[in-house]
């Protein structure tokens, strides 16, 4: 292992040729783009900033030398995301030139065959054609289609890079742009269709302008008139202040009201007439939110004066994320505490890693207003749990970023927290993940939703026959015993 790799990158986009990168955009963004006889000159060490965690690499044409750019990146530099982008040819004239497509699986001349996870770490073509596969190939034939007619498309070095990081903890993506039929014809139509691509391309890495500009704040709250002061006062003190702080009242009968009025015009408030629950409380704040960003804040939490100061550094130098959080504090009782090695955080693709339990924290996290628009906000019928459910939602297909100072301070341990009026969580865990298993269609996320909700129905059925609720344990492993069919 090279202790040195370089860990302030996180995305790598590799190309085949130079002729294939958008080097202007990439210049006038500050994304920087070496060959690989550059990289191994140390030209990260001498020239490489800090300003932005992306890299650009062009590996050459054929798999050795994609098959060596790939081994150079895994061994120095170690990112979340590998996106090999760059043109292919297609074999069959039912699919269209000039148009991204993403392979399901890749394939080597032997027949040796990878399995591709088509989900993209930075924003989504919903335009790009879904595809069996793809074949890399060492030599262009005269007439390639004729050949590898039984693949849908044809390139000469996806396949290796695919294979380098197959092992690794580095995901590994693509997407193609045809520009050719795989024919005699594909220089011809290859140069015809390279301003295309170069135009697709300026397209696909958009999100380098989309630099964080507003944020909102929102704090529900219900019955803390001893805490919502310093919640809302670590907001109001942040050295990046926020452009909205909307607090929603959820229908307080302790005083919370009072200590909201002493703020005028400072905040926002809303005051629902009857406590509604943390997921309605949120969502009506999100309806009343202007600005393109959200950070949650509960109101028994507080954060750093730096929070939102540092998220934002964190997003301009990784723009690729739609949501992030920041790490934690844990206080319990007025005494702090160290997490359990399960609650650990994780940035990328923390899906999997979300099944058992949540990992995102609400009072941690700050994501597009768009992005939970999409997803519905949070599920109100789920009075615990709404965070875990919606979290693992939008982490099936966009990773999370991890902002790792600690810059949120958690306040558990007191009597009205909903963990400990809603005890065996994992009823709502399973309401959560049966949910998504119903609109689930890949086999292997799937396989992965099954696996956590047979171990979380296990737990449910053993503690239901121990307290002697039979009719309940009876309806837990009747669910076991359909996920079985």
Known sequence: MNLKKKKDIQLVITFALKKEVPVNFFDSHGVPVYTLAALKSGVLRQRHQAGIGILAVVTGSGLQASEEAAMWIRDNISPCFVINVGTCGVTS???ELGRWIRPERVVNESGEALEMDVRSPVQDIDAALNVSSLISIKKHAADMSQRWNMYDAVDMECFAQAKVFEATDTSFHTLKFSTD???????NDFNRHLHLFEKAASRYFSFLDDRIKNVAVVIPVYNRKETVSRAIDSVLDQSLAPEEIIIVND??????????????????????????GPSAARNRGLKHAKSEWIAFLDSDDYWEKDKLEKQRKYLERYPFYQIMQSEEIWIRKGKRVNPCRHHEKKKGWI??????R???????????????????????????CEDYDLWLKISRDHPVGLDNTLSVIKSGGHED??????????RFRVTSLLGMLESEQVPCFREKIVDVLNRKLSILVQGCQKRRKYLEAEEYQS?????RV
């Open 358 to 384: 949540c990992l995102v924290s609400p009072s941690g996290v700050l994501l597009k207003k768009s992005l939970l628009e999409q997803y519905g906000g949070f599920d109100e019928r789920l009075p615990v």
């Open 93 to 95: 004239r039912a699919y």
């Open 479 to 483: 669910i076991m015993d359909s996920l």
């Open 181 to 187: 039929y795989a024919d005699s014809h594909t220089d």
């Open 417 to 426: 927290q909903l963990s400990l009026k809603f005890p065996a969580m994992d």
């Open 351 to 356: 899906w999997e890693h979300s099944l058992q």
């Open 251 to 276: 229908g307080s009968d302790d005083g919370t009201a009072d200590v909201l009025e002493r703020y005028g015009k400072n905040i926002t408030c809303i005051d629902l007439l009857q406590n509604s």
